[in-house]
């Protein structure tokens, strides 16, 4: 049921993955700490056998959006992925992540298929006009080309690792938007991806249970305050100035957290 109160909203964990096993036997007490802590959540869940969960998830949670993407490795799940979107459109915030992976994928042909998937689940969010959410490991630039030549309408690049030159083209030139993961506090890469791009399009992530301040402990998402912070840091910015920027930014491209 959806909560009886509406959650206070300071600042939104705009990529992280609730859905995942690592939640399942303390999902409530970590829901419950990012409610004290203000934090709203987008889940994207990427495996067949976890898009009902993310959906129910959302369903019962105020402060939970669903998205619906794919593991770009498993781009031979595209038609399943494609027919869940459509039948749960009304409930998705975004589309994805959905994406190019050339770490884990090497092989030319593969790469091909994963670029084949990322160009339709492009085109369904473009119909269905919501955002997309963009998983690019070693292959930023090679996605960034793809969104650009299908003029890809609100694009969030999220844990972006490609040069910082390429964040500040697209965010200044396309208006795409960046989310910084919490591992902001330990990265050189992030560091500088903060001061590439523009200021109003930095969006924050934890991509829980991944990408935590610490590499080897579970990261959750009232950790996005730790990025928040260090990003303020960054920036020269009080935090609470920082945090109203980003949240601004936040719900000009999720217009639906706040209407929820
Ligand atoms: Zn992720």
Not at 83 to 101: P, T
Not at 107 to 134: M, N, Y
Not at 186 to 207: G, P
Request: proline share 4%.
């Amino acid at each position: 049921m959806p909560n009886e109160k509406t959650p206070l909203l300071r600042v939104v964990d705009t990529h992280c993955h609730l859905e995942q096993a690592e939640f399942l036997h303390d999902l409530d007490a970590v829901v419950d700490r990012a409610l004290e802590g203000g934090v709203h959540m987008i889940t994207s869940a990427i495996t067949p056998d976890t898009w009902s969960r993310g959906l129910d998830i959302a369903y019962e949670l105020q402060n939970v959006h669903a998205a619906i993407g794919l593991d770009p490795v498993l781009f031979s799940d595209l038609e399943s992925v494609l027919d869940c979107i459509h039948k749960n459109a009304s409930q998705l915030i975004a589309i994805g992540e959905v994406g190019l992976d050339h770490y884990r994928t090497r092989d030319h042909s593969e790469r091909e298929c994963q670029r084949s998937a990322f160009e339709a689940a492009i085109e369904k969010a473009d119909d269905l006009r919501l955002p997309v959410q963009v998983h690019s490991r070693s292959a930023g630039k090679k996605a960034i080309e793809v969104l650009s030549s299908m003029n890809a309408h609100s694009v969030h690049m999220h844990a972006f690792d490609g040069k910082a030159s390429l964040a500040r083209i697209a965010s200044r030139e396309k208006g795409y938007y960046f989310s910084i993961p919490t591992s902001v506090v330990r990265s050189a890469q992030k560091r500088k991806l903060v001061k590439a791009v523009d200021i109003e399009r930095i969006l924050v992530e934890t991509d829980s249970p991944v990408l935590g301040p610490d590499r080897e402990t579970r990261n959750e998402p009232m950790n996005v305050w730790m990025a928040l912070r260090e990003i303020a840091s960054i920036l020269k910015r009080e935090e609470e100035e920082m945090r109203e920027i980003l949240l601004e930014n936040t719900l000009r491209l999720y217009p639906g957290i706040r209407t929820k």
